[in-house]
């Protein structure tokens, strides 16, 4: 705590926590495409398309997943089987790996799990920013031109995937916390 690694993590937290997905994706465009002409602004023709757009779309969660496994972490550091672990003697990587890192991992797949179907839901404005034809867009076109089995098809699938997200999340609850088994 305190480090420069700790101050850094903190700065890109609250900077990414500050700015939405299309300023960002806005930013982007500008440096890369404009001032640089490194990367191209719009399409899918290549991979050199996703990087802007995936770099918009996992700003805003990278720091989000950032903060929560620094204050987990934190969390977990100062309870009392971790401090057990230290007096017994047992080197601090094996502390942090064996004891602490597992349990301040499920908050931040908690969160995982929750920001798998969110950002379906912020892939609409990413995706208007960069032109990039995805279910997002689909939706948001189905809805305008009043395509009802577009929309339908989308927000099955939407519904789909949080049931499919939920399970695996809950499944792997149990692989990494050996205390929560489910009844056979």
């Keep these: 705590v305190g480090g420069w690694w700790d101050r850094g993590g903190k700065i890109f937290a609250l900077l990414g926590l500050s700015m939405p997905s299309f300023w960002v994706g806005l930013l982007l465009i500008l440096f890369f495409s404009v001032y640089l002409g490194w990367l191209p602004s719009s399409g899918s023709g290549t991979a050199l398309h996703v990087l802007m757009p995936a770099f918009a779309l996992g700003w805003y969660f990278a720091a989000a997943h950032m903060r929560l496994a620094r204050s987990s972490m934190l969390e977990v550091l100062g309870s009392e089987y971790v401090k057990l672990a230290r007096l017994k003697g047992l080197p601090e990587a094996r502390v942090i790996a064996k004891h602490a890192f597992k349990n301040a991992l ?14 379906v839901n912020v892939a609409v404005v990413v995706e208007t920013v960069f032109a990039w034809p995805g279910i997002g867009r689909l939706l948001y076109e189905g809805i305008a031109f ?5 929309v339908k098809a989308t927000v099955l699938l939407g519904g789909s995937m949080i049931v499919v997200v939920n399970l695996v999340i809950d499944l792997l609850y149990a692989v990494i916390d050996p205390r929560i088994r489910y009844e056979r």
Aim: aromatic share 6%.
């Design 106 to 119: 499920i908050p931040v797949l908690t969160l995982a799990g929750i920001n798998l179907v969110l950002m």
């Design 146 to 150: 009043r395509d009802f089995p577009v």
